[in-house]
Each structure stands twice: as structure tokens, then as C-alpha cells.
């Protein structure tokens, strides 16, 4: 692995008395893409959330580039430079897509804010048309680009999708997907959660795969989708 950008080392977290995390491991290399998998309701979201202070461990650490970030409150870590496009998007109906962008950009003081508005609306063309619509107006797929750009204008370290192309039409997808390979070569690094196995197997440099709130595999893509056992395992595909 690159130099470690998030190391994340055996959190614990619970919704009330109901633990769900037990003991979460997992590094991000600098200028890596790496999946989390798992069926549904094994935890991804909550190591999400967790990692971005929603929900925060009772146990455990969590490092940017060696910084401690549990603990933190979700905007604290934001800032400290973790980009999250949330389970089911959360853009603001109310705002036209051009306030949807400016309202959380963060300027990283000069040579470090790659992101501009001109930079996203290049991304996604769509956005650019919009710009004066509500959000309310957008359609599914553009909401979710919406959600993106509003992440990427952050300038993140690490940007994390949550079921980003989930519910949206197959061109979209694809859409999406060619997005984050172009992000990818550009060098972010990033953590994706999809059902989206062979999507995910062609950008992935290396996955980890949850089961009742633990890892229990980890590797690389070409191991994975050698091994339809595994697959059927703790994917059911
Ligand atoms: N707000 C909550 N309060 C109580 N329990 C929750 C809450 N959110 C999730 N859970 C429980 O925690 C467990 C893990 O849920 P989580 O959302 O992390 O799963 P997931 O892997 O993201 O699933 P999916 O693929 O459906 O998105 C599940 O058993 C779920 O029912
Ligand atoms: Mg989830």
C-alpha cells in the first residue's frame, strides 16, 4: 500500500445498546480506491458514519495521515479533509445547484483547492446547465452529481461514496462510474460502497468485505472476482 492517508483500527460502535461494529480494521492509501462490500445491514454505512464523527466509535482509532480524528464532530473532520456523498444523496431541495456547490465549499489556501465550480461544472456538464434550478427540480442522477461536486468542492484527502449509483437509470451509472475513474487517475483517493461488483472490481486497487460488523476478507479485485465461492459467501451474487 501507498503511505497510509486513513487508518481506521478496530472500532466499536453501537446505536443505543445495539452494537453493530465490533472491532472495524481498514487502511486507505494515498491516491488508492478502496471498496467496502458486505450485504445489507453488516455495517458499511456505520463505518461510514463512524469514520465522519455521525456516529462515533465507543473504541478504536481512526488516523488521517496520523492525525486522530475519533472523537471529532462530523464538521471538524470535514474540514480536517474527508468528503462524504451520503446513503440516499441529502443535497438541499431549497438552494438552486450553483448555492447547493458554494454552500460547503472549503478553499484549502493556495495549490491545495483543485476543486473550483468551473472545475466540477466541467465534470458534470448537467450541473452547469442547471445551475439556477432547485434542487427539488433535479432528477435522481443529477442530485447524485450534485452530491458529488458538493463533496469533491471540499477538496477532500478522501472522498467516500455510499451507494452512489443506487436507483439511478444504467446510463447514469455509467456515468457516475466513468466520473470516478476520472477522479481516480487524477489521483483521489477514495472510499466506495456499491452492489455494483464488476463496476467496482475495474476501479478498485483493493476490497474489504464486512460481515455482522467485522472484516473478513481483504484484497485485491483480480482474487475476488477469481473466487465465486467468496463471491457467494458474503455477497450472495
Ligand atoms: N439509526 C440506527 N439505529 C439503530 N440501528 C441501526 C441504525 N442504522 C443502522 N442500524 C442497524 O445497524 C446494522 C448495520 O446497518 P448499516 O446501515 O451500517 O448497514 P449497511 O451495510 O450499510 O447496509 P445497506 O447495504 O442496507 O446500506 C443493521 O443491523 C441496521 O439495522
Ligand atoms: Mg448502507
Not at 150 to 167: F, V
Request: some cysteine.
Amino acid at each position: 500500500m501507498a503511505s497510509p492517508l486513513l487508518t481506521v483500527g478496530g472500532i466499536e460502535t453501537a446505536y443505543g445498546q445495539s452494537k453493530v461494529l465490533h472491532g472495524i480494521s481498514l487502511a486507505i492509501g494515498e491516491g488508492e480506491v478502496v471498496t467496502l462490500m458486505g450485504r445489507n445491514g453488516m455495517g458499511k454505512t456505520t463505518t461510514v458514519r463512524s469514520i465522519m464523527g455521525l456516529t462515533p466509535p465507543a473504541a478504536g482509532s481512526i488516523r488521517l495521515r496520523g492525525q486522530e480524528i475519533r472523537g471529532l464532530p462530523a464538521y471538524r473532520v470535514a474540514q480536517a479533509g474527508i468528503g462524504l456523498v451520503p446513503e440516499g444523496r441529502q443535497i438541499f431541495p431549497n438552494l438552486t445547484v450553483r448555492e447547493n456547490l458554494v454552500a460547503t465549499a472549503v478553499e484549502r489556501g493556495a495549490g491545495h483547492s483543485r476543486w473550483s465550480q468551473d472545475r466540477v461544472e466541467q465534470l458534470f456538464p448537467r450541473l452547469a446547465e442547471r445551475a439556477h434550478q432547485m434542487g427539488s427540480q433535479l432528477s435522481g442522477g443529477e442530485q447524485q452529481m450534485l452530491a458529488i461536486a458538493r463533496a469533491l468542492l471540499t477538496n477532500p484527502m478522501l472522498l467516500i461514496l455510499d451507494e452512489a449509483t443506487e436507483g439511478l437509470a444504467p446510463l447514469i451509472r455509467r456515468e457516475i462510474w466513468r466520473c470516478l475513474e476520472s477522479l481516480k487517475q487524477a489521483g483521489q483517493s477514495i472510499l466506495v460502497i456499491d452492489k455494483n461488483l464488476a463496476a467496482l472490481n475495474r476501479i478498485a486497487d483493493r476490497h474489504y468485505i464486512v460481515e455482522k460488523g467485522r472484516i473478513v476478507w481483504s484484497g485485491q479485485p483480480a482474487a475476488l472476482a477469481a473466487d465465486p465461492a467468496l463471491q457467494q459467501r458474503y455477497l450472495g451474487v
